[in-house]
């Protein structure tokens, strides 16, 4: 039978609408360059939001990738596999942790968190420790428990009745911080960096007083380090810059570069509340998905690789002023390393999709986080030559902008 080339327009007739995908497909990439089904070049600056921080197709992706595929593909969690040892005792050597969990996404990973801090807190003597801490604007992904303690209400307004018992307050607003979080509070949760709300980061005295406050009453500090996590802040953890350790930490996104995966970190103090059978899921810790982490992680967990992230956000903050001296669009850029947000001007309010798609047509790849704020989260390998050309383009970009606007 005569296969046809998907289409466009397939995705509107085939595809449940929960996306709105730019109008052309992507077919190619290698390293940071990708290439679409008319062979249009796009240099990549989305990085797949966040994930693919070795680029596309990197050797030492692949060759993990082909030489696990070989060998052992799936068990089930009847059965452990050397892989999953192998990222396991990676990821508890160079963080806090001790124990981890394996899941499959961001999602899986902050839904393990919150269900192991209801867990310690149900052996509190009052019965009563079950109250969770969020923060408004936070996002923590997609499932029910997880859109509920997000602060987008957007997101989780739909789906009532929601899981109860979460409360959400001001980011960064210490005093309100201190007075919610009480004897009744089982876990607080934050991200060091709010990446969908807006690349807003923590402030360190922030983060300081919810450890604090946690450690006075017996809740549990969980970091969502989903799309800060492996390196994209200049340290291999955002944590690591900021004075604070958590008592959960979770990891997904760049983790795998590209392969699903996601991790729960933990010390033995609160790992030892799960029993056999108190969480899992079937692909959790599976053989393709650790041995690409692991390769991942062993090349991205050196000192170079770590330092050329922070060299880069200071070529890209450089650079992107530079434009804004010509093309004066931008107010402010926010961020860390290799997420950056670049906040629009008050006059283009709620135009950085527009932004993103003149950037896309001028052949660069940009994400948006929020609607008035562009997003960078590239390759951390990035080379010097792609951010230059894709700069370029972006600069064309806006000036097309302007000329619109
Ligand atoms: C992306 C993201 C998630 C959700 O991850 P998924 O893999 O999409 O489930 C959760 N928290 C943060 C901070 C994220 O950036």
């Known amino acids: 039978m005569h296969q046809q080339i998907p289409t466009r327009q397939n995705f509107n007739d085939w595809m449940i609408p929960v996306y709105a995908p730019a109008n052309f497909i992507l077919v190619r990439g290698e390293g940071s ?208 810059n900021t004075g604070v350790t958590p008592d959960i930490l979770t990891t997904a996104k760049a983790l795998g570069a590209g392969f699903p995966v996601g991790a729960m970190l933990t010390t033995d103090r609160f790992a030892a509340h799960f029993c056999v059978g108190d969480h899992g899921t079937t692909y959790g810790g599976n053989p393709l998905a650790s041995a690409v982490a692991a390769a991942v992680f062993d090349f991205i967990n050196d000192e170079k690789v770590l330092a050329g992230v922070t060299l880069r956000y200071h070529y890209f903050v450089e650079r992107l002023k530079q434009i804004n001296a010509s093309y004066p669009i931008f107010d402010h850029i926010r961020g860390q390393g290799l997420l950056l947000g670049i906040v629009l001007k008050p006059a283009y309010a709620g135009r950085a999709k527009a932004l993103a798609e003149l950037a896309a047509e001028a052949g660069v790849l940009v994400l948006i986080a929020g609607p008035n704020v562009l997003r960078f989260t590239p390759s951390l390998i990035i080379p010097e030559h792609d951010i230059e050309e894709g700069l370029q383009r972006f600069s064309r970009a806006c000036a097309h902008f302007l000329a619109q606007a």
């Open 33 to 240: 360059r990708l290439w679409d089904q008319a062979e249009k070049e796009y240099i990549d600056f989305a990085g797949g939001i966040a994930v693919n921080a070795l680029g596309h197709a990197h050797p030492v992706a692949v060759t993990a990738l082909t030489e696990q595929a070989q060998k052992l593909w799936h068990l089930g969690n009847g059965y452990t596999n050397e892989p999953v040892l192998n990222l396991a005792k990676r990821l508890i050597q160079h963080t806090f942790a001790d124990k981890a969990f394996f899941c499959n996404s961001g999602a899986e990973a902050n839904e393990a968190a919150l269900k192991l801090a209801r867990k310690v807190g149900l052996s509190h003597p009052s019965g009563q420790k079950n109250k969770i801490i969020a923060f408004k604007n936070a996002f923590h992904g997609r499932t029910l428990f997880t859109v509920a303690a997000g602060g987008q209400p957007k997101y989780s307004q739909d789906f009532a009745p929601l899981p109860q018992g979460i409360e959400h307050l001001a980011f960064n607003n210490i005093e309100a911080a201190q007075a919610a979080i009480d004897e009744h509070t089982c876990a607080v949760i934050v991200e060091p960096i709010q990446g969908e709300g807006g690349v807003i980061p923590a402030n360190p005295a922030f983060l300081q007083a919810l450890r604090q406050r946690c450690d006075e009453t017996g809740a549990v500090l969980i970091f969502d380090e989903i799309q800060t996590g492996i390196g994209r802040t200049g340290a291999l953890y955002a944590y690591m």
